[in-house]
């Protein structure tokens, strides 16, 4: 990366797009700041008592009864270790260990990045969105096409994460820098997010090799001891089951890995109603339920107290077809049900912002918002995907990036207190007064007094009438949203980074890449 795209300088301190942009006189976009996004909504619970433990009986019926494939010898030693049955690689749990185990993860926590002032607390009744996350392909409107993720478009996205104040953390790779050797490819993408963002992160679980460089590369560049790094979570992991009831080898030695060091650790099974998972909702849930708790079971068996989230991606496929289907009726009960069980078992959830549309078109949009919707409804604690996602994860878009971005600010403003202020001023009894029955209220005080900031100003709906819109070009949202991202791009500046600091993980990146990298034999 060239100086110039890496701002370094001799402190450490927060900072970023924002206060060099407003010294500038450059802004492509109105915003609120980050902040902590309170979900003040009771959460939509679909199940009655009864019913969850209906559910809870049926999942440890699983545990206990079928089991879980670990394809991890240490994972199944380590589980053997703790008191689990063990056939192979068949491993079964009584309910009494799997709730004692469940019970000794935190019920909250927290991850502290680079800017601390961009720390993120889970599991304390606040909502946090990420970036897409591990599209192979890309698409914008300038391509018109589908094409293979580069380093290029990988860094664009990375920047857009790191602009808008509604993305908290930094997910997996917004696109998969496929342009890039496998062996060295994390190494360069990790580098690449701690320089471009100084927001929570994520390293993928693959191996020993990139998960024990990614864990290196965040210590050195939150200027660490490695105690310091292991005595609160800096970073987070998020690991998929192979539905049905597996887990992998490479994705279990990341887990664990982490799990010894005390970082975060987010479990997500993809059970598809109907393909990887029965296709009745109910029946997928207890599925990823019993996929998500065997792996915080082993996290427990490796450090009591690790902090542990259960993710879901429970969704249908379309019957029609094979093909996933998101933002569904369907994937909005299943993720209501899993808050509802996660709550139930006292883990923090994540969820995710996603739809199978192609393009950034209208059903993109629905599908998210659907998506996004039940996030909010569920209680989750960590959104994933919640911008730039298309084709089921297949694609990466920067217009669907600020498109999502619009809605996701919209869902700030919604959750601001100022909206259901019900103190004297809000409730404008005398504001009522003044105007009475036949006068209104642009002019009074109390008006002018909010005028500014009364209501939420979207920075890409367009509220002109169908006249102006079209005297001012007919733009449609995509082009909208398409010039937005290249005035962001022009206008980025990294956050910065000690010197010391910088020079120490470029070092560790070149002589990880002098040794060969990871393997790619899995």
């Given amino acids: 990366m060239s100086q110039s795209e890496t701002v370094i300088t001799g402190r450490r301190r927060g900072g970023g797009r924002r206060g060099t942009a407003a010294r500038r006189g450059l802004q492509a976009v109105e915003q609120a700041p980050w902040v902590k996004i309170k979900n003040r909504d009771r959460p939509t619970e679909p199940l009655r008592p009864e019913e969850v433990e209906r559910v809870h009986d049926a999942t440890m019926r699983v545990?206990?009864?079928?089991?879980?494939?670990?394809?991890?010898?240490?994972?199944?030693?380590?589980?053997?270790?703790?008191?689990?049955?063990?056939?192979?690689?068949?491993?079964?749990?009584?309910?009494?260990?799997?709730?004692?185990?469940?019970?000794?993860?935190?019920?909250?926590?927290?991850?502290?990045?680079?800017?601390?002032?961009?720390?993120?607390?889970?599991?304390?009744?606040?909502?946090?969105?990420?970036?897409?996350?591990?599209?192979?392909?890309?698409?914008?409107?300038?391509?018109?096409?589908?094409v293979p993720g580069t380093r290029e478009y990988f860094r664009n996205l990375l920047k857009l994460s790191q602009y808008f104040n509604v993305i908290h953390f930094c997910g997996g790779y917004p696109v998969e820098p496929v342009d890039l050797h496998p062996r060295v490819r994390h190494l360069d993408a990790v580098h690449d997010k701690l320089l471009l963002?100084?927001?929570?992160?994520?390293?993928?679980?693959?191996?020993?090799?990139?998960?024990?460089?990614?864990?290196?590369?965040?210590?050195?560049?939150?200027?660490?001891?490695?105690?310091?790094?292991?005595?609160?979570?800096?970073?987070?992991?998020n690991i998929n089951s192979t539905s049905p009831l597996k887990?992998?080898?490479?994705?279990l030695d990341g887990w664990m890995r982490m799990a010894a060091r005390g970082q975060a650790l987010v479990v997500t099974p993809f059970t598809l109603a109907g393909a990887m998972a029965p296709v009745t909702m109910s029946g997928a849930v207890v599925q990823s339920l019993v996929e998500a708790l065997a792996a915080v079971v082993l996290a427990q068996a490796v450090r009591p107290g690790a902090p542990c989230m259960i993710g879901t991606f429970t969704s249908n496929v379309d019957m029609k077809t094979g093909?996933?289907?998101?933002?569904?009726?369907?994937?909005?009960?299943?993720?209501?049900?899993?808050?509802?069980?996660?709550?139930?078992?006292?883990?923090?959830?994540?969820?995710?912002?996603?739809?199978?549309?192609?393009?950034?078109?209208?059903?993109?949009?629905?599908?998210?918002?659907?998506?996004?919707?039940?996030?909010?409804?569920?209680?989750?604690?960590?959104?994933?995907?919640?911008?730039?996602?298309?084709e089921g994860g297949l694609i990466a878009s920067p217009e669907k990036f600020i498109m999502d971005c619009e809605v996701l600010s919209q869902i700030q403003r919604y959750m601001e207190p100022e909206v259901w202020d019900v103190s004297d001023d809000?409730?404008?009894?005398?504001?009522?007064?003044?105007?009475?029955?036949?006068?209104?209220?642009?002019?009074?005080?109390h008006t002018q007094d909010r005028y500014e900031t009364a209501f939420h100003q979207p920075f890409l709906s367009d509220w002109k009438n169908y006249e102006a819109w079209e005297a001012a070009g007919a733009i449609w949202t995509p082009e909208r949203a398409h010039g937005i991202y290249k005035q962001i791009l022009n206008e980025f500046e990294a956050p910065p980074l000690d010197v010391a600091?910088?020079?120490?993980?470029?070092?560790?990146?070149?002589?990880?890449?002098?040794?060969g990298g990871a393997p790619t034999d899995f």
């Fill in 501 to 515: 600091i910088a020079e120490e993980l470029a070092a560790f990146v070149d002589k990880r890449k002098e040794e």
């Fill in 426 to 445: 809000g409730l404008a009894v005398e504001a009522m007064r003044e105007v009475g029955p036949n006068g209104h209220f642009f002019g009074i005080q």
């Fill in 63 to 146: 545990l206990e009864e079928i089991g879980i494939e670990f394809l991890n010898p240490e994972a199944v030693k380590v589980l053997k270790e703790a008191g689990c049955e063990v056939r192979g690689e068949n491993v079964r749990m009584d309910r009494e260990l799997v709730m004692e185990l469940v019970g000794k993860a935190p019920d909250s926590f927290t991850v502290t990045p680079r800017n601390p002032d961009r720390q993120i607390s889970l599991g304390t009744g606040h909502i946090y969105f990420g970036n897409v996350s591990s599209p192979p392909n890309y698409w914008d409107l300038e391509i018109g096409r589908k």
């Fill in 197 to 237: 963002s100084d927001k929570a992160m994520h390293v993928y679980s693959l191996g020993k090799e990139r998960v024990e460089d990614g864990m290196e590369m965040v210590r050195i560049a939150n200027g660490l001891s490695h105690e310091e790094f292991e005595a609160s979570p800096r970073m987070y992991t």
């Fill in 323 to 390: 093909a996933p289907a998101f933002g569904t009726p369907e994937y909005m009960r299943a993720t209501q049900i899993t808050g509802q069980m996660a709550r139930f078992y006292g883990l923090p959830m994540r969820s995710s912002g996603v739809c199978a549309a192609n393009v950034p078109d209208g059903q993109s949009m629905w599908e998210t918002e659907h998506s996004l919707w039940a996030a909010i409804q569920s209680g989750t604690d960590m959104v994933y995907h919640a911008a730039g996602w298309l």
């Fill in 247 to 251: 887990h992998d080898h490479p994705m």
